[in-house]
């Protein structure tokens, strides 16, 4: 772990920082987790340094968008010999390594999935949804009505805040007249009472399934066979949600009834795409098959913004969706399919389809170890490194935010100690109830930092208490 060089110039204090950006700086685009805002210097595996040189073990790696590890040294190579080589070019021209990441993915889906189909690439996660947007309208005719789950996420862009659960990100956008129509997700842990898990799991199929017994149920047409709805947005694992993973068999009877009536099936792997649950796509868990699949954040280990999506060849080959389509200046950049093709080789060469299962587990483990120590802990759970924590009151069920929200405090304050000195803990919110610890950490976390990682939890865990008693 290497702290900041203190010495090279320019250097700003955080308080002249701060007063900066406090006068500068749009806060739309970003979330202050803290008061003061955090402000970090350097990065290195599975930490992140302060300016006082603190390091800070990072369980989140920037919503799972490095999930190769900070200034992976392989990884910022082949960004500098892009850099060397052809740094930039147009995007209606052709560079090597663009060509070389689309069939790629296109072969890996078709080896899975038994589908042919083509790459789109654009800049971020949000725009890419967009593009299947697009795509998912072209395809059915104009159709622009989705469903999407409750507790779903996928961006906050116009269109993607449309399919996005969460009001509070349209709020103040004017009026969404192609809102998405959001069924209920089963949520393991909060499930009606009396109900085993995989029985709420056919429920909430069931009660989809519902809406097409009848003309009158609103979304289906029997006479001539057709849905008012063109698609179904989905995340196998929910991310913003809270990580909350569905019993194993959800999926395919969502499918089975999404087949029956002509409703395509995006799947959203921004988040939990690239090894994160221990398979390249997280949906190849539950033994569906995606007619559009979405990526992003991790493809290039968060060093250059690249998103891309894979579509059925039926839904976006040149003829049904020519040149032209959709753009973006940026998109296809040589920088960031460089590092596709990089991440992708790596993550088979590191065999992370072995070892993600193995060191989740052992995560997974931990924090049952943990939960038995603190009654706080209503509910852990996880699949592969994509890990969730559910803060609770003492009653083990009840949504405590304020409880972690101090411990992210604490964690970000840099005051926890390891080995006699201090070190910090990152963390990252989410959850229905914003009261639940979302772990992503690195894919290559040594089972050392995992075993650090509980020990800095029991001890915030247990001054979060302390300090919320006093108070």
Same mark, same amino acid.
Not at 84 to 98: F, G, K, M
């Given at each position: 772990?290497?702290?900041?060089?203190?010495?090279?110039?320019?250097?700003?204090?955080?308080?002249?920082?701060?007063?900066?950006?406090?006068?500068?700086?749009?806060?739309?685009?970003?979330?202050?987790?803290?008061? *003061? +805002?955090?402000? /970090?210097?350097?990065?290195?595996?599975?930490?992140?340094?302060?300016?006082?040189?603190?390091?800070?073990?990072?369980?989140?790696?920037?919503?799972?968008?490095?999930?190769?590890?900070?200034?992976?040294?392989?990884? @910022?190579?082949?960004?500098?010999?892009?850099?060397?080589?052809? =740094?930039?070019?147009?995007?209606?021209?052709?560079? +090597?390594?663009?060509?070389?990441?689309?069939?790629?993915?296109?072969?890996?889906?078709?080896?899975?999935?038994?589908?042919?189909?083509?790459?789109?690439? !654009?800049?971020?996660?949000?725009?890419?949804?967009?593009?299947?947007?697009?795509?998912?309208? &072209?395809?059915?005719?104009?159709?622009?009505?989705?469903?999407?789950?409750?507790?779903?996420?996928?961006?906050?862009?116009?269109?993607?805040?449309?399919? @996005?659960?969460?009001?509070?990100?349209?709020?103040?956008?004017?009026?969404?007249?192609?809102?998405?129509?959001?069924?209920?997700?089963?949520?393991? /842990?909060?499930?009606?009472?009396?109900?085993?898990?995989?029985?709420?799991?056919?429920?909430?199929?069931?009660?989809?399934?519902?809406?097409?017994?009848?003309?009158? !149920?609103?979304?289906?047409? *029997?006479?001539?066979?057709?849905?008012?709805?063109?698609?179904?947005?989905?995340?196998?694992?929910?991310?913003?949600?809270?990580?909350?993973? +569905? *019993?194993?068999?959800?999926?395919?009877?969502?499918?089975?009834?999404?087949?029956?009536?002509?409703?395509?099936?995006?799947?959203?792997?921004?988040?939990?795409? /690239?090894?994160?649950?221990?398979?390249?796509?997280?949906?190849?868990?539950?033994?569906?098959?995606?007619?559009?699949?979405?990526?992003?954040?991790?493809?290039? !280990?968060?060093?250059?913004?690249?998103?891309?999506?894979?579509?059925?060849?039926?839904?976006? &080959? =040149? #003829?049904?969706?020519? +040149?032209?389509?959709?753009?973006?200046?940026? &998109?296809?950049?040589?920088?960031?399919?460089?590092?596709?093709?990089?991440?992708?080789?790596?993550?088979?060469?590191?065999?992370?389809?072995?070892?993600? =299962?193995?060191?989740?587990?052992?995560?997974?483990?931990?924090?049952?170890?943990?939960?038995?120590?603190?009654?706080?802990?209503?509910?852990?759970?996880?699949?592969?490194?994509?890990?969730?924590?559910?803060?609770?009151?003492?009653?083990?069920? #009840?949504?405590?935010?304020?409880?972690?929200?101090?411990?992210?405090?604490?964690?970000?304050?840099?005051?926890?100690?390891?080995?006699?000195?201090?070190?910090?803990?990152?963390?990252?919110?989410?959850?229905?109830?914003? &009261?639940?610890?979302?772990?992503? *950490?690195?894919?290559?976390?040594?089972?050392?930092?995992?075993?650090?990682?509980?020990?800095?939890?029991?001890?915030?865990?247990?001054?979060?208490?302390?300090?919320?008693?006093?108070?």
């Amino acid at each position: 772990m290497n702290a900041p060089d203190m010495k090279s110039p320019p250097f700003l204090d955080d308080a002249a920082l701060l007063a900066e950006e406090a006068q500068y700086s749009s806060f739309g685009d970003t979330v202050h987790y803290v008061d *003061p +805002p955090k402000i /970090f210097r350097s990065c290195e595996g599975s930490y992140m340094f302060d300016s006082a040189g603190i390091p800070y073990l990072d369980l989140q790696m920037w919503y799972s968008a490095v999930n190769f590890g900070y200034a992976n040294p392989r990884l @910022t190579d082949a960004l500098k010999r892009q850099i060397d080589t052809l =740094p930039q070019v147009a995007s209606q021209y052709l560079h +090597p390594t663009r060509i070389e990441l689309a069939g790629m993915v296109a072969r890996d889906m078709q080896s899975k999935f038994g589908l042919k189909g083509r790459v789109h690439f !654009n800049v971020g996660g949000a725009q890419a949804i967009e593009d299947s947007l697009k795509i998912v309208r &072209n395809a059915r005719n104009g159709k622009s009505l989705m469903f999407a789950f409750e507790g779903g996420y996928h961006g906050r862009t116009l269109g993607a805040s449309a399919i @996005t659960s969460s009001y509070r990100y349209r709020r103040r956008f004017g009026h969404f007249s192609d809102r998405a129509m959001f069924l209920p997700f089963p949520y393991p /842990f909060r499930r009606p009472k009396g109900m085993s898990a995989e029985e709420y799991s056919d429920s909430c199929v069931y009660q989809f399934e519902r809406l097409f017994e009848s003309e009158y !149920n609103g979304v289906w047409d *029997p006479k001539v066979g057709q849905s008012e709805y063109a698609a179904f947005y989905v995340e196998p694992i929910q991310g913003t949600g809270g990580y909350v993973v +569905p *019993p194993r068999n959800f999926f395919k009877g969502l499918k089975r009834v999404l087949d029956k009536y002509g409703i395509l099936m995006v799947v959203d792997e921004i988040q939990m795409g /690239f090894w994160r649950t221990g398979k390249l796509w997280s949906i190849e868990n539950f033994g569906v098959t995606p007619d559009v699949l979405v990526f992003g954040k991790a493809l290039t !280990n968060g060093l250059n913004p690249l998103s891309g999506l894979w579509a059925r060849e039926e839904l976006i &080959n =040149p #003829t049904l969706f020519p +040149p032209g389509s959709t753009h973006s200046t940026f &998109n296809s950049n040589p920088l960031g399919t460089s590092l596709g093709v990089e991440v992708l080789k790596l993550g088979r060469e590191m065999d992370y389809e072995r070892t993600v =299962p193995e060191k989740g587990a052992y995560f997974l483990a931990g924090l049952k170890e943990l939960q038995k120590r603190h009654k706080e802990i209503g509910d852990v759970d996880g699949l592969g490194l994509a890990l969730r924590a559910e803060i609770c009151t003492d009653d083990g069920y #009840t949504p405590n935010k304020a409880l972690l929200d101090k411990m992210v405090d604490i964690g970000l304050a840099g005051e926890l100690t390891h080995q006699g000195k201090p070190i910090g803990l990152v963390l990252d919110v989410g959850g229905w109830y914003k &009261n639940v610890i979302t772990f992503a *950490p690195s894919l290559n976390i040594t089972y050392e930092e995992i075993d650090l990682a509980m020990v800095l939890l029991d001890q915030l865990l247990t001054k979060a208490k302390r300090l919320g008693s006093v108070g």
